[in-house]
Structure formats: structure tokens, C-alpha cells
């Protein structure tokens, strides 16, 4: 975790440099034109801190589990590709058409969104990551809707300054008991040192994470839980999942949180 906070602490000055040199603002919630897509440092940071940590696990083989590689990649494997579906998403992508059940709608008539790109190789992604896990049909089933709905959960909760953050802080808490110990726990640990790092920029809406940051802040607890064995707590977790999209295509998160005193107390904790 102390890894992944002080990367991202020294490349997030350079990293909102470079995007506010490229003119790369858009309007937030309050209407005040600040840098979006900054949750590119996850990524970055996750990139730089790889190797180091690697080499730190093969030099020293105390705890085996830092050595699986093939757990290594399939993390970077899905940090890379859902940063850059999210990218695609914050640069080019159009809030005419809202929503899981909006986007399909329009892929169905035939017109292609960027929601749509990130529905068909999102989802590819999400299948290629269940399979490369293993086990029946219905596990890769359970897996594949596991990662697909948490990174678009936390899409969904990415519309006002630190709540995406704070959201994943709190599936990080739920998980950590059940990945520890393992490179999962130890993974979620060095984006949560990532995020924390990042997070009162956020929180001061200095800079907008955009599904850049929100993607992969949804995806390493998605996987995370897809590689838990089959049980209650994989099952209690994606039946949640669920329960939380179909309440979001019938109405406001932020609705529901402005009219709930502890979730809007938790919602404006940390808030300039």
C-alpha cells in the first residue's frame, strides 16, 4: 500500500499537468471546468510498481503467492484494458445515451456508442479473464458478471467527488478478509495506497477520476472476488451486484443518497 502511495503521490502533479496542457477539462457536477480522466495515474502507478515488486518477490520467496504470474497478468492484463475502454470512453464519448439499458438499446438499433464499445470488449475482456481462471461453465459464468457489473458499479457511483473512491474502499473492506492472504489482497492493497494518494484531489474537485480511474477501480475488486472459490460469500456478492444495477435503471443513486442521512453524511465526508 505505501508503494502505491508514494508512485502516485509523485506522478500526479505531471500526470494533471500533462492533461490540463492538452486542454483535456470538462465541466463537473458544479459546472467548474477541471482535468478529467486523471484516474490514468492507477494505472501508471500499477505499471511502474509491477516490476519492483516482482523482482522484490523473486529475490526474496518468503511468500510464494507474490511469484504467481499468472495471476500478475491477468490484473494488468484487465488494468490495461479497461483504462484504456474508460479513456476511450472520457474522450470521445457522448452523454446523450445513459445507462447499461440505454446503450444496449442503441447497439440493438444498429448505432455503435463508446458505452457500446465498452459493453462488447468489456465484457469480452471480462469472459477472456473468467476463462484464463478456470473451473465449469457456471463458475466462468458467475466470474465474467462479477467483473462486468463491478467495474460498471463503480462507473455508476463516479458522479460526485469521491464517492467512486469511497465506494471502493468499502468493497475493498469486504474483501480483504476473504483474498488475505494472497496477490489479490496484496494487489487491492497497492491500487487502495494508489487511490488514497489521489483521493483528495477528488474530493476537493481539483480533477475528475472519469471512467479511466472508475474502470479500474472497478475491475481489481471484480477479480478479486472472481478468484474466490465457489461459495455463500462469491454468490452473497454478486447477487448484490445485481441488486444494485436493476435499482440503478430505475432510479438515482444520488437521489437515493441525498434522501438517506448516513449515506449523505458518508457521501460529503472529506468534501472541500
Known amino acids: 500500500m505505501v508503494t502505491g502511495f508514494l508512485i502516485t503521490r509523485l506522478l500526479l502533479p505531471g500526470v494533471l499537468q500533462v492533461i490540463r496542457r492538452a486542454g483535456f477539462l470538462r465541466p463537473n457536477y458544479r459546472q467548474e471546468n477541471i482535468p478529467l480522466g486523471a484516474g490514468l495515474v492507477f494505472l501508471l502507478t500499477i505499471l511502474l510498481a509491477a516490476p519492483l515488486l516482482l523482482l522484490g518477490s523473486l ?11 499468472r495471476t500478475w497478468l491477468l490484473f494488468l492484463f484487465g488494468a490495461a484494458v479497461f483504462t484504456a475502454l474508460g479513456l476511450l470512453d472520457d474522450v470521445w464519448g457522448s452523454r446523450e445515451t445513459t445507462g447499461l439499458k440505454g446503450h444496449l438499446g442503441r447497439l440493438l438499433a444498429g448505432h455503435l456508442t463508446t458505452g457500446g464499445i465498452k459493453f462488447i470488449f468489456g465484457g469480452s475482456a471480462a469472459l477472456t479473464a473468467a476463462l484464463l481462471l478456470g473451473g465449469g461453465i457456471g463458475n466462468v459464468v458467475v466470474n465474467t458478471l462479477i467483473i462486468a457489473l463491478s467495474v460498471n458499479l463503480l462507473n455508476l457511483l463516479d458522479l460526485r467527488p469521491g464517492r467512486a473512491g469511497k465506494g471502493y474502499l468499502l468493497v475493498v473492506a469486504l474483501l480483504l478478509p476473504q483474498t488475505w492472504p494472497g496477490l489479490p489482497a496484496y494487489l487491492l492493497l497497492l491500487l487502495t495506497g494508489s487511490l488514497l494518494a489521489y ?46 444495477h436493476l435499482i440503478a435503471e430505475k432510479h438515482s443513486f444520488s437521489q437515493i443518497i441525498a434522501r438517506s442521512r448516513i449515506l449523505n453524511f458518508f457521501d460529503q465526508l472529506g468534501r472541500g
Open 59 to 69: 529475490l526474496n520467496r518468503s511468500d510464494p503467492a507474490t511469484v504467481d504470474f
Open 199 to 244: 483521493l483528495p484531489t477528488d474530493l476537493k474537485a481539483r480533477a475528475m477520476l472519469g471512467d479511466t480511474g472508475a474502470n479500474l477501480l472497478g475491475f481489481f475488486p471484480g477479480l478479486a472476488a472472481a478468484t474466490l472459490p465457489p461459495g455463500s460469500f462469491k454468490y452473497a456478492f454478486l447477487a448484490v451486484l445485481l441488486l444494485l
